[in-house]
């Protein structure tokens, strides 16, 4: 799956260890305009980046509210 990540998601500004990302889904790269970021711990989430994850069907429901304005 890709969800953009909206500028007022809570998740903005905060590294993917702090994130709660649901058991059953993987966050696999970030493209960031022309480039494209392998996620780590340590990855900083900004508005605007499109997050390409794995997750089944529960766990997208998860990771489209977590990067919207409404996470």
């Known amino acids: 799956m890709q969800v953009k990540v909206d500028n007022q998601s809570k998740a ?3 590294a993917v260890k702090y994130l709660a990302i649901p058991v059953k ?3 696999i790269a970030i493209y960031r305009g022309k480039d494209v970021i392998i996620t780590h ?5 900004y508005g605007g980046d499109i997050i390409l994850a794995f997750a089944d069907d529960n ?10 304005s409404q996470g």
Request: proline share 0%; net charge negative.
């Open 41 to 45: 711990g340590d990855t900083i989430i």
């Open 59 to 68: 766990a997208q429901a998860t990771i489209n509210e977590l990067f919207s």
């Open 12 to 14: 903005v500004h905060k």
């Open 25 to 27: 889904a993987v966050l």
